[in-house]
């Protein structure tokens, strides 16, 4: 067993990187959606037709208000997730060098 594999057992520091890792992911599907709803032709940003349709099929089936709360509180996640295993990491240096 290596060093790492031990700290991986006895740390939350695994389970910490890979929710890091699905928070990045849904962050990115969520700009994935807003940004199709808010693309006329597939290009970029573009303002609505005259007709509010946005010329992407189903991008009007996207609610921004309701993905910008979804992107807004996964931020909120990844930034506590963030913290918890910086101060897991810091733990582990103070194991390794033996002071409290």
Do not use: C, H, W
């Not at 695994?14 to 990045?24: I, V």
């Not at 032709?41 to 037709?49: I, R, Y």
């Not at 993905?67 to 101060?87: F, I, N, P, S």
């Amino acid at each position: 067993m290596t060093l790492f594999g031990l700290f991986d057992r006895v740390t939350a520091a695994p389970q910490l990187r890979a929710s890091l890792e699905r928070s990045n992911t849904r962050v990115r599907e969520i700009a994935d959606r807003v940004s199709k709803a808010s693309l006329a032709n597939g290009d970029g940003f573009a303002l609505p037709a005259a007709d509010g349709s946005t010329g992407v099929p189903g991008a009007n089936d996207v609610d921004v208000e309701a993905e910008m709360v979804a992107l807004a509180d996964e931020q909120l996640r990844y930034t506590a997730t963030a913290k918890l295993l910086e101060k897991t990491y810091a733990s582990l240096r103070l194991a390794i060098k033996g002071e409290r």
